[in-house]
């Protein structure tokens, strides 16, 4: 009976530090760049451009085929992974090119993402920030 116990408060612990650890939720890309939407997908998480900050005068960035990346899905397939980060795919949208990608949490709440080839070792890594403004559904970000 304890050890039943036992192995129900580990696995709401366990579930609740997976929570607590989860990606969800607006990010700033490196630089500035864009704002990506981070969220349910069915099992898994999802990722899809929500900000693209520009000037009015500027174009829309468009993707590898010419369209805009306002909208675009850009994470896929992210699942939680033995080390406590999610392991998926990342898109890159200037090139379509896709990579694996691991996704985790820092202590201080910033989001790793790390982009590669076969093994984490064979890849690259951007720090992404939490963002708190706003953005509308033609993607202008205001606030952040």
Do not use: N
């Not at 900050?53 to 990346?69: A, F, I, L």
Request: hydrophobic share 40%; proline share 5%.
């Amino acid at each position: 009976m304890a050890r039943a116990a036992l192995a129900l408060c580990l696995c709401v612990f366990t579930s609740s530090a997976q929570a607590a650890a989860s990606p969800a939720g607006l990010w700033w890309t490196k630089g500035r760049e864009a704002v990506v939407a981070i969220g349910a997908c069915g099992q898994a998480l999802c990722g899809r451009l929500v900000g693209l900050p520009r000037q009015s005068w500027e174009p829309e960035p468009t993707d590898v085929h010419g369209r805009s990346q306002c909208g675009l899905a850009i994470i896929h397939g992210e699942r939680p992974d033995a080390e406590g980060g999610w392991r998926g795919w990342i898109s890159d949208p200037r090139t379509g090119a896709s990579y694996r990608a691991r996704l985790s949490i820092d202590s201080a709440g910033d989001l790793h993402v790390r982009g590669f080839l076969f093994v984490p070792l064979l890849g690259r890594s951007q720090i992404w920030t939490r963002f708190h403004g706003r953005v509308d559904a033609t993607c202008q970000v205001s606030g952040g």
